[in-house]
Each structure stands twice: as structure tokens, then as C-alpha cells.
């Protein structure tokens, strides 16, 4: 039996909600508030491994893949910053969204209707990126061994999740999605979560080395997210492949 990655029902949730990925007060406004964060996060990681000396477009030169790019939150940034990006999704709708929004922006991204185990291209990426997607898959050990597989030697992947602990499930899921609103009903599953201890180890066998790791929590006094020793909702991982 062929493996696949794909679960039908999770792509299905986010084509739902394709036409507002670019509405900063829509439903995915917490991964508007969430983007600055992480794009800091990724920015910084690939200066400090790739040295670039051009101020305009620090990322000039970097080969950037987004798994699970959605409608492109964080192919656009990355494409500015002068990094070459393609992004891949198994929704139809969120790459027609993602193509339309970054042709009425003038970028130039290469964006695929596909998941790793299907998706083919010509050379490997220095970075890869799977944020906030692991926790939507299905098989994380074969669509991080599928992932890894477009990663140069010594390249980066960065992998943001939600952690599986009683504490994430009441935060990301009872308060996020049924208090607080953030979110729709049902967009994450608890049993999807993932520890980091398991994310690690999956990753080592997929010739990964963690790099760093750290928890992003929201502020509700500063209304933004902020880096945190605390990883016990929201986590963000660096690995290099050796």
C-alpha cells in the first residue's frame, strides 16, 4: 500500500476557510498575530548560517520551500527579503489564493498544489519549513522523511507544532477555539499533537539534528506573541541535516 501524508479531512477544514487567509481580522488572524514571531525566528536562524551582505535583500540567494504553505503568510516575507520561495499545499484553494495574493503583490513565488510525497523539483532547498503542520498530517514519520528528502546537507528545516499536554489542550483547544474564538470548532485534534521529545526522535532518523528549541506564548497584557522557555502549547524546533 502506497504511504500518503494527506488527510482528507484536514485539507477539506482549511478549503473552507481559503478566502480568508489574507484577512488580518479573519479566522486566522491568531497566525497573522503569530507570523512576526516566527518569521524573526527563521530570518535570523538563516543570516546567522548563510553570512549576506546585502542590507536591501538579507535572504538574496536562499532557497526557501514552505510545506503546507497555506495561502502564503510566510512564502510573501521571505520572497521580500530576496530569498527564492516555493511553497506546496494539498488545498487546491489555498494555492489559488496564494498565487492570486502574490501576483497583485508582484512576487515572484513558485507555488504547487501537492504534498511531499508527490511533489517533484529540480535541486535541493537550504531551508525548509514546516509551520504548523505536523499536527494536520498524516504518517509525521514519513512526511518528515518525505520533507527532508528536498533539504541540502548542513540545510535548515524548522518545524512549529503544538505540544501534547493536558495544558495545550485546554489552551489551544477549549480556550483558543471554544473561549476565547480564535479559531473555529474542531480546527486542531489533541491526539494530533506532538511531543517534542517525539518530534525530535523522528527527526533524528530522518538525519536531522535539533539545533535549537523554545516555546512562543501569547501576551495578553502586550496583545502579541513573544519567545518563551515554555513549551508546553506552542513550540518551535531548528534542525540541521547532516
Request: net charge positive.
Amino acid at each position: 500500500m502506497k504511504k500518503i501524508t494527506i488527510n482528507k479531512k484536514e485539507i477539506d477544514k482549511f478549503s473552507k476557510l481559503a478566502e480568508e487567509w489574507w484577512d488580518p481580522n479573519g479566522k486566522f488572524k491568531p497566525l497573522h498575530n503569530f507570523n512576526p514571531v516566527r518569521l524573526k525566528y527563521i530570518k535570523e536562524s538563516i543570516l546567522k548560517k548563510y553570512k549576506n551582505t546585502d542590507k536591501k535583500h538579507p535572504l538574496k540567494n536562499i532557497r526557501i520551500l514552505d510545506i503546507g504553505c497555506g495561502g502564503g503568510l510566510l512564502c510573501e516575507p521571505l520572497s521580500k527579503l530576496g530569498a527564492e520561495v516555493v511553497g506546496i499545499d494539498a488545498s487546491e484553494k489555498n494555492i489559488k489564493i496564494a498565487k492570486l495574493h502574490s501576483r497583485e503583490n508582484n512576487l515572484k513565488i513558485n507555488y504547487f498544489c501537492a504534498s511531499p510525497e508527490n511533489f517533484k523539483i529540480k535541486g535541493k532547498f537550504d531551508v525548509i519549513l514546516n509551520m504548523e503542520i505536523v499536527e494536520h498530517v498524516e504518517n509525521v514519520n514519513f512526511f518528515l522523511n518525505q520533507s527532508t528528502k528536498f533539504l541540502k546537507k548542513k540545510g535548515l528545516m524548522f518545524v512549529a507544532t503544538l505540544n501534547k499536554t493536558l495544558k495545550s489542550f485546554f489552551f489551544a483547544i477549549i480556550g483558543a477555539e471554544y473561549v476565547l474564538k480564535w479559531l473555529p470548532i474542531g480546527t486542531h485534534d489533541w491526539n494530533m499533537f506532538i511531543e517534542p521529545k517525539k518530534l525530535i526522535n523522528i527527526c533524528k532518523n530522518n538525519n536531522l539534528i535539533l539545533q535549537d528549541l523554545f516555546g512562543v506564548k501569547y501576551n495578553l497584557i502586550n496583545n502579541d506573541w513573544e519567545v518563551s522557555k515554555d513549551t508546553s502549547i506552542n513550540y518551535l524546533a531548528k534542525f540541521e541535516k547532516y
